[in-house]
């Protein structure tokens, strides 16, 4: 079992940047590829960014490329995204994500593991 923890969500106007963390309750946390995602209201959920168990390849989503920035740091048993050039479009609730799979990707459906998710609002 996997518990993460997502904190960092707020309110910051737009242009303006945030870091969100996601710390994993686990013995092995390198063994799990890590993801975010994110739902705003009345959409579907959207992927984000994901990372390798080894932080040595990473992907993001269309919206968020050159913007955002997911990192890890597996001795903290944490995953960070850092937000850049926030806009009011990337106002949602934010999740993290752990995967055991040998797929790597940002299908939610690899994903087994979820956080409760941080809320971040952009103000225009």
């Known amino acids: 079992q996997v518990q993460l923890v997502e904190s960092g969500g707020g309110l910051v106007q737009a242009g303006g940047s945030l870091r969100l963390s996601c710390t994993a309750s686990v013995r092995t946390f390198s063994g799990y590829n890590m993801g975010w995602f994110r739902q705003a209201p009345g959409k579907d959920r959207e992927f984000v960014a994901a990372i390798r168990r080894s932080g040595g390849n990473t992907i993001y989503g269309e919206s968020v490329k050159g913007r955002f920035t997911i990192s890890r740091d597996n001795a903290k048993n944490t995953v960070y995204l850092r937000m850049d050039s926030l806009k009011p479009e990337d106002t949602a609730v934010y999740y993290c994500?752990?995967?055991?799979?040998?797929?790597?990707?940002?299908?939610?459906?690899?994903?087994?593991?979820w956080g409760q998710g941080t809320q971040v609002t952009v103000s225009s």
């Open positions: 994500a752990a995967s055991s799979s040998i797929y790597f990707g940002g299908s939610a459906d690899l994903y087994t593991y």
